[in-house]
């Protein structure tokens, strides 16, 4: 009969199967998880992603509150960053790794609130995509994020 290991070989084990598992499985092109408050989120080019501006999410210097997403890309590779809702104004800001603001948008998304950014990346990085609202209108309210 063979020897059983030690439970903390096994759980190690069991959790590296568990990561190969979920390495191999395709994300679903629409992620549903709101961030909790000032939680930094991670989106991929070709994703859906949902979130909620509300109290305690970061705050902007007029007072408004921020989402931030990180997306990786590639030098030459050309995005398009869709905000919409229908509770807030969408205003979008994308930002390099150091945080320079490489564009920003209010109203080029259509359908009045939706904000819409077209850009070329410049570098192999993690840039950022800041969510925000336009003015000082402090509203909370859900969004839906589209990186393509």
Known sequence: MARVPSGCFVAAL???????????????????????????GTVRVGQTVRGMLEAGDWTMADGTFADIWYVQGQAGQRIVVTLRSSQFDSYLQLLDAAGAKLAEDDDSGGGGNAA???????????????VNSFGDDIRPGQYTLEVR
């Open 14 to 40: 069991v959790a590296g199967i568990a990561s190969v598992a979920r390495a191999q499985t395709p994300a679903a092109p629409t992620d549903t998880t709101i961030l909790q408050p000032q939680e930094i």
């Open 116 to 130: 819409r950014i077209t850009f070329t990346l410049r570098a192999n990085e993690r840039y950022q995509i800041v």
